[in-house]
Structure formats: C-alpha cells, structure tokens
C-alpha cells in the first residue's frame, strides 16, 4: 500500500508540474493586434477621425488587422515610413472604402508609420515590430470636440528616417519655431513657423476658436470657429500666416473691445507625421 501511495502522489506532481507549463508557454505565443477607425462628432456636428489604437507594438510576423466598421465615412491605409513595405491584404488606397477589414504582417523589426488615404491630417498611428514576440497596445483617446491643447513631436536626425523614425515638422522646439504674440490689434491674427524639410509638400491648418459666451450665441456651449486657413503645400523654411475673424467676431470685437482666441496650429507632413498647437491669443481693437 505505502509503494501505491507513493507512486500516486508522483503522479500527482508531474500532472500538476505540466499544468503549471502550459499556461506559461501559451502567454509566450504572439499575440494579434486590431486598429480600428473611429468617426465622432463633436457638439457643432463637425467631425472627428482617428485609428483607435493609434500605436501597437507586435512581433515579428504578427498579423495586425485593420478594419472601417462604418457603412458611410469612407477610410483607406497608406505607410508612410518604415524599414520595408509590410504585405497586406483586403485594405484599400488611396480613394477608401467603407465597411473593410484587412490584414498585414510585418517581417523586418522596426518602426511603420501609416495614416489614412481620406484623412491623412487626423489619422495617423504606428505600428513598432520588435524581434521579442510580444504584443502591446497604446490606448487611443477621443479629440476633445472643442479643439484640446494638444502637442506631439519628435526630434531626429535625417539619418533615422532610414531607420523608421519620423523626422520633426518644426525647425527647433515649439516655443522658438512658432512666432505668435499674445496680444494683437486688428482684425486678424498674425504668426510665423519656422518649418522643417520634413514638411515640405505639407499642409498648415489654423483655426480661430472662440467662447461661444462671448459671442453670445446663444443655444451654444464650448467653443466656435471664427476663422480658418488652410495653405499647401508648405515649403520648408519660415512660413508666415494672418487668419481673419468672422463677421460675427469682428461685430463682439468692436462691442467689447477685446476678444479672446483659442489658436490651434495643425502641422503635417506628407509622410504622415503631423504637430498639434495650441495658444491663446487676445484681439484688441
């Protein structure tokens, strides 16, 4: 009886030794990554894009699915940067589609970046394949509908755009590159930007937000556009703008004498990469 005993609770140990394996060699295994496109609206119907998550990190050979679940906001994928062009299959260029889900594997270890075909200034994102097989996503937040104060850049050298890492669209940090005084006279908000090589062939928006209180627009809340500009392409170098105000914004300028602006500066490249700017400016009459 006591050599029974024994060889049960051998038994008994091994079982428990190849239980406690498995899950070990599962949690091993790459795992797959999904990037979705996302469509809101904000509080003045105006509409919003981006790929939720913007950024994964996958191993080498992982498949990463791309999908547009909507019927009506048509989306495409493009890679704009990266150490080799990934093999993919069921995504659509450069005019979209609606509805798709496609899929692509990455061979080479690095850093892809990609945007979207249709909305190549909002949608933007990267995938990072390292050699360790282990996969990692980076949560994507909803923009803020009124136009956050939001700021993304990277510094490199030109030789590691060969490498898979994008190049700054700004000559030098923010606070030198972007010339904008605080207080300005007239009706008409005035800047430069010293722009990079990296952003030529590119495209500058800036847009004019104010409080809808002091515009008293009533039935309104948050913020509203009072002005916009759109210039491409850029070419490298200082890149000067002067964005006017609307009817409605100069008539609460001349009434109160001053009117705050929120001044949002959106940067981009044509390889995808793209800077996001907030400052507040005050119109004097």
Not at 149 to 166: D, K, N, R
Not at 237 to 262: D, E, Q, Y
């Amino acid at each position: 009886m006591g050599l029974r005993r024994y060889a049960f609770l051998l038994l008994c140990a091994l079982l428990g030794g190849a239980v406690a394996v498995l899950p070990a060699v599962a949690g091993s295994e790459t795992a797959p990554a999904t990037i979705t496109a996302i469509n809101t609206e904000g509080i003045y119907k105006e509409q919003h894009h981006y790929w939720s998550p913007a950024t994964v990190s996958v191993g080498s050979g992982t498949v990463v699915t791309f999908s547009n679940p909507s019927a009506s906001v048509p989306h495409g994928l493009e890679w704009t940067v990266g150490p080799a062009t990934p093999s993919c299959s069921g995504v659509p260029g450069a005019t979209g589609a609606v509805s798709w889900r496609g899929e692509c594997v990455f061979a080479q270890p690095g850093t892809y970046y990609f945007r979207c075909t249709v909305h190549p200034a909002e949608m933007t994102g990267s995938v990072t394949v390292s050699s360790t097989g282990t996969t990692t996503t980076t949560t994507t937040s909803t923009p803020a509908s009124g136009g956050g104060s939001t700021q993304t850049s990277t510094q490199t050298t030109p030789e590691g755009l060969a490498q898979g890492v994008p190049p700054s669209v700004l000559a030098g940090p923010a606070s030198r590159a972007l010339r904008l005084a605080g207080n300005q006279r007239g009706r008409s908000i005035r800047g430069t930007l010293e722009a990079s090589a990296a952003a030529s062939g590119g495209r500058l928006e800036v847009d004019l937000l104010a409080r809808a209180a002091s515009l008293a627009a009533a039935g309104h809340a948050g913020q509203i556009r009072v002005g916009r500009l759109v210039r491409s392409p850029l070419s490298a170098g200082r890149v000067a703008f002067a964005v006017t105000v609307s009817a409605r914004a100069a008539h609460a300028l001349r009434v109160r004498r001053r009117l705050a602006l929120s001044v949002r500066i959106l940067l981009s490249a044509p390889h995808g990469v793209s800077l996001q700017l907030s400052r507040t400016v005050v119109l004097h009459a």
